[in-house]
């Protein structure tokens, strides 16, 4: 018997539990009916491959657990995280009579759980959601913490609500039928876990990379619940991100100006977040944060899970975007340098020739 790992969200105001178990996905209704025990009636939001894979136990196990269900399906993909998509599902759940007393099953990677989340945070004033999610990233990230949203043509994430689930049920043997590329993707969010707050997760991935790469259970319920863990404890510090949550933002400064620089096209999320890691190791190096052994190690670790797709922007347009960021605040860019294995600082003084010698690196490097 695989052990089921349980972690609290202890937010004041709605604490939830994540649970981690390897084909939990057949005894989730029995779950469902112990977190939520006054509904009843649930909403299945997903996408066409993650109904095609999964939706057969999700679907038999709430029917034995007694409890009334339907699935509403949106398109795939980050183009979908929009507006439109949001107007129809509600039209959906309005067609088929959900009402305040019914809950949403945001059953998918990031972008269902985005997207479902915040229609249940708005549709008749807010309904509850349960995250059943089904990447990686999803997994250790997205699914923690209560941030919805969806994108405008202006910019990614720009519409949203914090609204948290009521329960988090994670199980990594989904993991199976995600795309090889997908599934590396998020294995960075992971690291990132163990480079800001936790060296052990670090230690971990370094000496079980083929174990992870193979998706090995026991390996993958360890690496998942502690990525929550540590999710869960900077999520119930600063709910609303205004202080320790910055840090994890750690590799994503340059990585999402990376993503923006190539037009979302060119690198996953994920992906993007290495290069970025990289970039942060190097600038914490060239400014003697921190010493160069860590650096080294840092991203070492990172090249060695993936070859990444090359970064082609010259150092001095990344600068330039990163100026125009989103996370700015007063016109200041923040960044979050690793210090050592398992603690980083936030910085906001990095001087541009920093940034645009780090890029210049990244692009040599990932010509090599
Ligand atoms: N709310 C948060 O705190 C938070 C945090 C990080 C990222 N995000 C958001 O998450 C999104 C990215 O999420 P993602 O990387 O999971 O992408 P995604 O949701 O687009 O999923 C990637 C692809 O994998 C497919 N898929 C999902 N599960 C599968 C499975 N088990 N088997 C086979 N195919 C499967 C999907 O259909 C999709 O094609 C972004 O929009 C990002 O903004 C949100
Ligand atoms: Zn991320």
Known sequence: MNPVRQIEVQLPSNPYTATIETGLLTRAGELLRAALPERTRYFIITVP????????????????????HSIIEMPDGERAKTLNTVRDLATKLIRRDADRKSAVIAFGGGVVGDVAAFVASIYMRGIDVVQIPTTFLAQVDASIGGKTGVDLPEGKNLLGTFHQPRAVLIDPGVLSTLAEREYRSGLYEAMKCGIIRRPDIFDFMEQNRERILQRDPAALEWLIAECVQVKAEVVVADER??????ILNFGHTVGHALEAETGYQHFLHGEAVAWGMVAASKISAAMQRADSETARR?????????????????????????????????????????????????VSDVPERAVVQAIEELRCLSQA
């Open 49 to 68: 491959p993650v109904k095609k894979a999964w939706a057969g136990p999700l679907t038999a196990s709430l029917k034995s657990s007694g409890l009334a």
């Open 298 to 346: 840092i991203i070492s670790s990172v090249l060695a899970y993936a070859s990444l797709p090359k970064v082609e922007p010259r150092g001095k347009r990344i600068a330039r975007r990163l100026a125009h960021d989103k996370k700015t605040m007063n016109g200041v860019v923040h960044f979050v340098l690793p210090i050592e294995v398992g603690r980083v600082e936030v």
């Open 241 to 246: 991100e205004s202080g320790l949550r910055r």
